[in-house]
DNA sequence: ACGACTGCATTAGTTATCTAATGCAGTTTA
DNA sequence: TAAACTGCATTAGATAACTAATGCAGTCGT
């Protein structure tokens, strides 16, 4: 679980991203429990608030349900939520990036050619990191 | 000059990508003066300050210059600045996508598939507004 | 029953961001 | 030279966003 205090993007948004991805991947399986709000605290080094705020973005898509007293449990749909969720992320910065490419009136052939660049460092990091 | 209040992009944002679009198309070309604060402000019910915000936004990229008294102008190299900057843009929002499609342990062949669909629409609602 | 764990609600404070009000300083033109 | 235009600097205010402090309420194991 890596977070980083210093980027501009909220705690709150980093947790959840963390934990969806972690959903998406397999590694917390429906009906797992999330680590409690005041143990994720401790490890992020920050308020049980902010981990809620996280928990409480997730429950509302869906990927995982709470229940008071208990835990924060991974939803049985979790996995494909997750999953969804992320194709959701991507068709939307495909999107910003077709918008962007619009307004300056550029071809597709360019754009085109700007993701193949981009996916294929995408698949050599992959292969790295693997 | 579209400009949408309730959108929650700040509006010196909003008035700094239109201009630099009508830059990129060559509605406003080198040496050309922009509209003046007043002018502008005037035209998009806001305060003379969030102009100059997004004007210095532009400046900043070198995409005009501003002579005190006289006006803000377009650079010489606005055009291709206007240019380099939208690729830039569409390069964000690539590897936005990119980065969300690793998060989750998508297969560069789905996110290929859904850039196809994307920029089909792209190409679709390109010609249609010609 | 009691202690230790869970999630949750309320409140508050801090910070950053965005926009506006106002007045100064430079340029041009009649 | 005076009026009418330019950009710009300073200040202030308003709002929204994020995080934290604190205490309550439910569950579980011993």
């Known amino acids: 679980m890596n977070i980083d205090p210093g ?3 909220p705690i709150y948004l980093q947790i959840a991203d ?10 917390y399986q429906p009906g797992e429990p999330l680590p409690s ?9 920050v308020n049980p608030n ?7 973005e997730l429950q509302q898509e869906g990927l995982v349900g709470s229940q008071r007293g208990r835990g924060v449990f991974v939803a049985d749909r979790g996995t494909s939520v997750a999953r969804l969720a992320a194709e959701v992320g991507v ?3 495909l999107e910003e990036a077709v918008r962007a ?6 071809e597709p052939s360019q754009v085109r050619d700007l993701f193949g660049a981009v996916l294929d ?5 992959g292969r790295q990191s693997s």
């Open 7 to 9: 980027s501009h993007v």
């Open 18 to 27: 963390a934990v969806r991805a972690a959903v998406a991947t397999g590694v």
């Open 37 to 45: 709000l005041r143990a994720m605290a401790v490890e992020v080094h």
């Open 50 to 56: 902010t981990v809620q705020r996280a928990y409480d």
């Open 91 to 93: 068709r939307r910065g």
């Open 101 to 106: 490419a619009q307004r300056a009136g550029m």
């Open 121 to 125: 460092r995408m698949i050599q990091e």
